[in-house]
């Protein structure tokens, strides 16, 4: 690894720590808790009032919905597995399974922080509730919400998209993670820094010395190796 590369895993660290620090040390976490406060309760005023966008809400935070964020990145993985010859569809599997560890991996060590609280829908009592304004038993609220898990898997695979496909990959999986982390924010089931703070400072560490290092290929090529199958590379068809 070369001094450059080290140098930026390490500005990512310091970007990571940094914005964690800034949500954390503050009372009442300072300027970020105005920020949640009008973002929820701007979304939250809005749901009150109109019962098509409470119900647009409700569908986006039903568990069940979640399956069509994993149709979009699938089929954004998809489009790049369709042009790939057999031994690289073999690698792009491994690269999906590590993918996947690495999610879990991240998600738990994330909730090590030494953070717990409720989403703003149970920290504010006049707080309106999607599945209660509409019947459907959307996710609305959650008592440990810090970092936003469904948050932090979109921005793996963002950053997986970028270190293993390129920049347009990466654009298109950014506007996913948008997209897809959204409407959590927007029910009240986490905090807009439960994403923008949480999520992002943990990938922020975590993930720089994962993909920025031999680490990640080093645990891609083994499962391209060893994983069940054909076409593994050095042996014949």
Not at 181 to 207: C, K, Q, Y
Request: proline residues 5%.
């Amino acid at each position: 690894m070369n001094a450059k590369r080290l140098a930026i895993i390490l500005l990512l660290n310091l970007l990571g720590v940094a914005l964690f620090l800034s949500w954390f040390l503050p009372g009442n976490h300072g300027a970020w808790f105005s920020i949640d406060k009008t973002v929820f309760f701007w979304f939250n005023q809005h749901m009150a009032t109109s019962h098509t966008f409470a119900f647009l809400l409700a569908i986006a935070n039903y568990r069940g919905f979640d399956a069509v964020s994993l149709l979009a990145m699938g089929l954004l993985y998809w489009s790049y597995w369709l042009r790939d010859t057999p031994e690289g569809r073999r690698r792009m599997l491994a690269i999906g399974v590590c993918m996947l560890l690495t999610a879990v991996v991240l998600n738990q060590l994330g909730h090590l922080l030494p953070v717990q609280h409720s989403s703003p829908t149970l920290f504010f009592k006049q707080a309106y509730r999607v599945s209660e304004l509409t019947g459907i038993p959307a996710k609305d609220a959650s008592k440990d919400s810090f970092p936003g898990d469904h948050g932090m898997m979109l921005i793996i695979f963002a950053c997986f998209m970028l270190r293993y496909f390129g920049k347009k990959a990466f654009s298109i999986a950014l506007v996913i993670a948008v997209l897809f982390s959204l409407p959590r924010i927007m029910a009240g089931a986490h905090w807009f820094t439960d994403v923008a703070v949480g999520s992002l400072s943990v990938v922020l560490v975590g993930l720089s010395w994962w993909l920025m290092t031999p680490a990640s290929d080093a645990v891609v090529n083994w499962l391209w190796r060893n994983l069940p199958g054909k076409y593994k590379p050095g042996l014949p068809r």
